[in-house]
């Protein structure tokens, strides 16, 4: 029994040094991808507002070379998805699900949609660890019952981690500060949790504010997303029109389009006088009210943008930021020598892309199903809400998310849960299903 504890040991070991050496071996093999129009912020510190957030800014700020980034986000993301892999393990009881699972779990992180952000100058690299992180964290808070003080703490390290690395995340966390407050008055109420969670309490409505506080990201998302949808519809178009947005603005942003002149088209916008005054005349509200007053908006276009237009594709949908991906590896001629691929989780073709992701939520159906049919409540419960509040997520991304190709981009790690979530949800619910047998 010790003897083979100790392999098992040692085999995840191995594991775990494999999947860190391919992830820091491609960092050695590419250039840095640095985008000329986003990068250059995320060198800049800010405390209070912040155009970018604390959680980039600080480490970018800090350490300032490209390279040296790049390995750091490669090391953080392969401790993360690591830590996740063995929350799994510690909660799969057969031999053979663990097997299986870390070889379908691995052969997603070894993904280049994933790996690739490792060298991107840009937040998507430490915000998909800060998510994979929180997930890990929950699962080890609600289904593991070791150590459960230690387990809230890294809970609520997680909620401010993953708070403070993308916008949208600091949008959700409100959400998540209930979940985590209602778990702490529930089940570990002391004085050091109480303290505990009012510290995680006031950095995460920090991280909130800010985000909320600053006018470059508003001005350059209402700009973005007035141009890239509402004008292709008529209604749309009208409401915005009759709130005395500039005409001139749709000729500016089209010029930008077809050219690079220097700034991106959302810039060239936001830089027009007749912007600036409909902004300060009340368009700072525009995006807000516009989505509560058009519920087709709000709730259908996510996710059928084109029944409202034919000029409208589901590229620019929720539906393309879940199935699809990135493309670096492909785009970017400073990846060419990287040895990553981008396994069968993420085919090439949007028809196929879509057919995996039809693929995975059928499979996230029926391991919810067992789960429940096999009066697992608690498992059942944390995928239920995992669910819902990624959903709201990718809401918030597409409501205030302002560009196609940002889609895709934005939504990645949301992308990534609905490849993540069934996953382990298969393989959780198969290995109920043994146990229960085996009774």
């Known amino acids: ?72 986000q490669a090391i953080i993301g392969s401790l993360v998805w690591i830590y996740l892999w063995i929350s799994v393990l510690r909660i799969i009881n057969s031999t053979i699900t663990k097997i299986l699972f870390t070889f379908l779990f691995y052969l997603l992180g070894c993904s280049s949609v994933i790996v690739e952000h490792d060298s991107s100058i840009l937040s998507e ?33 997680a909620i401010i981690w993953f708070a403070s690395t993308k916008s949208s995340n600091s949008l959700l966390t409100p959400l998540l500060l209930f979940i985590f407050l209602l778990t702490m008055f529930r089940s570990y109420k002391n004085r050091f949790n109480i303290i505990f969670g009012s510290a995680i309490l006031i950095f995460g409505a920090f991280f909130f504010l800010n985000v909320l506080s600053s006018d470059i990201t508003k001005t350059l998302t209402t700009s973005g997303t007035i141009n890239n949808r509402l004008i292709f519809v008529d209604d749309w178009k009208s409401q915005l029109i009759k709130s005395g947005y500039p005409v001139k603005a749709f000729k500016t942003f089209e010029d930008y389009s077809k050219a690079n ?23 700072d509200s525009f995006l807000l009210d516009f989505t509560v007053r058009n519920l087709d908006y709000a709730v259908i276009a996510p996710v059928a943008l ?30 060419r020598n990287s040895m990553l691929e981008r396994t069968l989780f993420w085919p090439d073709e949007p028809e196929k892309a879509y057919l995996a992701l039809a693929v995975g939520l059928f499979v996230l159906g029926v391991s919810l199903l067992l789960l429940n049919l096999l009066g697992k409540t608690k498992e059942f419960n944390l995928f239920i809400q995992i669910i819902v509040l990624t959903i709201i997520w990718s809401y918030l991304n597409w409501w205030f998310g302002s560009k196609p ?32 047998k085996k009774l």
């Open 306 to 335: 084109p029944i409202f237009s034919e000029n409208l594709n589901f590229r620019k949908s929720i539906l393309s930021g879940w199935s699809q991906g990135t493309d670096l590896t492909d785009d970017y001629t400073g990846f």
């Open 261 to 283: 002149l220097g700034i991106p088209p959302d810039q060239a916008v936001v830089n027009l006088p007749e912007f600036k005054q409909w902004w300060n005349s009340g368009g």
């Open 125 to 157: 690299s430490l915000a998909f660890s800060s998510t994979v992180f929180l997930i890990a964290s929950a699962l080890n808070l609600y289904l593991n019952h070791e150590n459960q003080r230690l387990s809230f703490v890294y809970f609520g390290l």
């Open 1 to 72: 029994m010790k003897n083979s504890t100790i392999t098992y040991r040692i085999s995840l070991f191995l594991i775990a040094i494999l999947y860190l050496l391919y992830r820091v071996t491609n960092v050695y093999l590419v250039i840095p991808f640095f985008d000329e129009f986003d990068s250059p912020a995320y060198f800049k510190l800010e405390l209070f507002p912040s155009f970018r957030t604390h959680g980039i800014t600080i480490l970018f700020s800090l350490i300032k070379n490209e390279f040296l980034i790049s390995l750091i």
């Open 405 to 436: 190709a940002d889609m895709a981009r934005h939504n990645l790690s949301a992308a990534i849960l609905f490849k993540l979530i069934p996953l382990m949800a298969l393989f959780l619910s198969i290995d109920k299903f043994i146990s229960r």
